[in-house]
């Protein structure tokens, strides 16, 4: 099975082939089809085997419709490591979408952030601590919001990060596309 199957917007497959993706990985197959049907997804995936892609492809097909200008997709990372990357692969695999991503997380200034939240960046992707803060100052207004992601959901809460996506879920939209993914499935987590 190829990437043609899932019907992607050229656009997209543009990005695709610009990265040079020829087959799904696994949890691509796996998890794009139901998610492109706006479904929620919990996955079972380690990083390594494609799953930014495997929910970044079916959100950027999503958010190609509809409104530009408002946050419209969430992903919670652990990390800024990770969150540069899985922004990184949003501009990529995005780029002749128009779309426009901002990646949030504290050690750094908070202003340019502000700034991402003010133009309107449809993609956030973010640590939890952070975005809480502009959650509370009003930067980060979530009321458009169709998606969220919580990435690596095991190691958020091995962080403690728990609390804080608890915090942050309450101001969420509660009609919305929910995807999880996490490298092990304990109890507490699912
Ligand atoms: P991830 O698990 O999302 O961190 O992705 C791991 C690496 O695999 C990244 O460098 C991706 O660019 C790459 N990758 C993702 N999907 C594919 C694919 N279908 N074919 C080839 N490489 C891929």
Redesign the pocket.
Known sequence: MG?SAFDFDPKIAAGIRA???????PI?RQAMAPILQGRDVMGL??????????FALPILQRLLSGPRGVTRALILAPTRELAD?IQA?FRSLGRQTGLRSLAVYGGVGAGAQVGGFRSGDEIVVACPGRLLDHLRQGAFKPSGLEVLVIDEADRMFDMGFLPDIRRILKHLPAHRQTLLFSATMPDDIR
């Open positions: 990437f990265l040079g993706y020829c087959v799904p990985t691509q995936a380690q990083t390594g085997t494609g799953k930014t892609a495997a990357q692969s």
